[in-house]
Each structure stands twice: as C-alpha cells, then as structure tokens.
T-cell receptor, first 115, second 113 residues
Framework: GAGVSQSPSNKVTEKGKDVELRCDPI?????LYWYRQSLGQGLEFLIY????????KSGLPSDRFSAERTGGSVSTLTIQRTQQEDSAVYLC?????????????FGPGTRLTVL | DQQVKQNSPSLSVQEGRISILNCDYT??????FLWYKKYPAEGPTFLIS?????DKNEDGRFTVFLNKSAKHLSLHIVPSQPGDSAVYFC????????????FGKGITLSVRP
C-alpha cells in the first residue's frame, strides 16, 4: 500500500513569504507527527495529532508556525513570514496509534529553502 | 540541551565486519528507544527498538543493547554489508500517551566493499 506522502518535495521561497506543506498519512493511521531536520541536526519534534484530541503543539518554534489536520487525515503545516532559519527538511510521520511501541512511518520530506 | 547524543558523526567499516553505533541520553524519563535508518532524499525507516525493561533486542543482523545505569545504548550490525551504508538515528520516547520522539543528530555509516 501507499506510504506517507508529502508535497511539495522541494520549496524555495523568499524571506517573508508564507508557505504551506502538505502531508498525506497512511490510510487508517490515527497519529500524525511533524518533525524538521536542520542542516547537521537531528530530527526536531514540531507537533503531534492523535485522533480528535487537541494537538500537542509543544515543539512549534514560534507563533509563525501552525498546523491543522482535516478530517483526521491530511495535514498542512503553515509557516508564516518565513525566515532564513526556517530552512530545513520538514518530515511528516504517521502511526496506527499513539502508543509508544507503535512504529512511526516517515514520508520523504519537504526541503524548504528560504532565500 | 541535547537529550539524545550521538557523539561520533561518522563510522567506516569493512564489509563483513561488525559495525557498532553508539548513543547516549540524559533524560532518565526516557523508557523506549529506537534506531532509524535514513538514505539520502528519503524519510527515516524504522530499524529496531528496545524497551527500558530489557537490555538486549535482536533482529537478524541487528542487535540493540541498552545499559540504563550508564544511559547508553548501542546498535550492532553483523556482518556489515555495503547496503547498510546510510545515516543512523537514535531516538527515545518517554512514558505517557504522547509518543513523540527525541532524536540524536545521526551517524553516517559507510561500509567498504
């Protein structure tokens, strides 16, 4: 079956512009996560959705970042007024549930470059 | 403040030999640990995991060892194969319902034919 898909695969934008990144999780997966990987760094947690519960936004670096998940499936990560330090690979992952032992399946990521 | 540390950025081994990838953590609340493998332009893929109640978990050529008192875990790959060449991330999760992962910076493994 299809894995986690993300679009676009690459995004180049100018400083100050808004961007939207999309994630299509694996069908039936109730948990969805956003991470980002800056150059030379590990993956940094951003936000987590589980079913209809309120999302855990504790990893969002600033109020310029927001995310939503519509209908319990597709998720969109929005970055407003982008800054150069937002340049990174943004990765989405999904899992069957929020249990600790449930494997998270990652998409290929969106490489964001802010000029 | 890095809670999961992979202090060696790279490792090179000969095909057929053992690869040992190390990981240290500082947060004693972590109780589940995972290794992910990542090829260029792809997302990370799950490799193997271990719960804090165990000290070893084995899956084929891959074995993860956990030393809780030292807050240290390691991934052993034996025998190493050229296809194992990739970036390996150590990750940890705490107790509770939210299973967000805290990752190390990764280590690049190169297996020479």
């Amino acid at each position: 079956g299809a894995g986690v898909s993300q679009s676009p695969s690459n995004k180049v934008t100018e400083k100050g512009k808004d961007v939207e990144l999309r994630c299509d999780p694996i069908s039936g997966h109730t948990a969805l996560y956003w991470y980002r990987q800056s150059l030379g760094q590990g993956l940094e947690f951003l936000i987590y959705f589980q079913g209809n519960s309120a999302p855990d936004k504790s990893g969002l670096p600033s109020d310029r970042f927001s995310a939503e998940r519509t209908g319990g499936s597709v998720s969109t990560l929005t970055i407003q007024r982008t800054q150069q330090e937002d340049s990174a690979v943004y990765l989405c992952a999904s899992s069957l549930s929020s249990g600790r032992t449930n494997e998270q399946f990652f998409g290929p990521g969106t490489r964001l470059t802010v000029l | 403040d890095q809670q999961v540390k992979q202090n060696s950025p790279s490792l090179s081994v000969q095909e057929g030999r053992i690869s040992i990838l190390n990981c240290d953590y500082t947060n004693s609340m972590f109780d589940y640990f995972l290794w992910y493998k990542k090829y260029p332009a792809e997302g990370p893929t799950f490799l193997i995991s271990i719960s804090s109640i165990k000290d070893k978990n084995e899956d084929g050529r891959f074995t993860v060892f956990l030393n809780k008192s030292a807050k240290h875990l390691s991934l052993h790959i034996v025998p190493s194969q050229p296809g194992d060449s990739a970036v390996y991330f150590c990750a940890a999760s705490g107790a509770g319902a939210n299973s967000k992962l805290t990752f190390g910076k990764g280590i690049t493994l190169s297996v020479r034919p």
